[in-house]
């Protein structure tokens, strides 16, 4: 099975900075496409960036653009999240995530179509 691992959630003030990371173990070949979900306590797990690694494009939900930077060192085999300009709505579990199914946007794809998961890495941000 491929694992995924999470790192780099954590506590920062408004307006801090984090780095997350995605290392895959045991993989035979990537996905169509990578992602980065959240989901807060009581609220479902939205979609905040994704990758589609045949040629690196990338898409961003609007709560997130210009702040917030998806991208991938294939040499290391990791997903990577910057986060910038933190807002306490920013505040959930993290995690990423793998799609094999190809022929549809990774922008338009379902958590129920990522069928490789993290095990999610906390991220809060005080005001």
């Not at 060192?73 to 959930?92: C, F, H, I, R």
């Not at 579990?93 to 998961?117: Q, V």
């Amino acid at each position: 099975q491929v694992q995924l691992v999470e790192s780099g959630g954590g506590s920062v003030q408004v307006g801090g900075s984090l780095r997350l990371s995605c290392q895959a173990f045991g993989y035979t070949y990537s996905p169509y496409c990578m992602a980065w979900f959240r989901q807060a306590p009581g609220k479902e797990r939205e979609g905040v960036a994704n990758i589609y690694t045949p040629d690196s494009g990338t898409s961003y939900a609007d709560s997130v653009k210009g702040r917030f930077t998806i991208s991938r060192d294939n040499a290391k085999n990791t997903l990577y999240l910057q986060m910038n300009s933190l807002k306490p709505e920013d505040t959930a579990m993290y995690y990423c995530a793998g799609s094999y199914s190809p022929g549809r946007l990774c922008s338009e794809r379902r958590p129920d179509e990522y069928t490789i998961w993290g095990q999610g890495t906390q991220v809060t941000v005080s005001s």
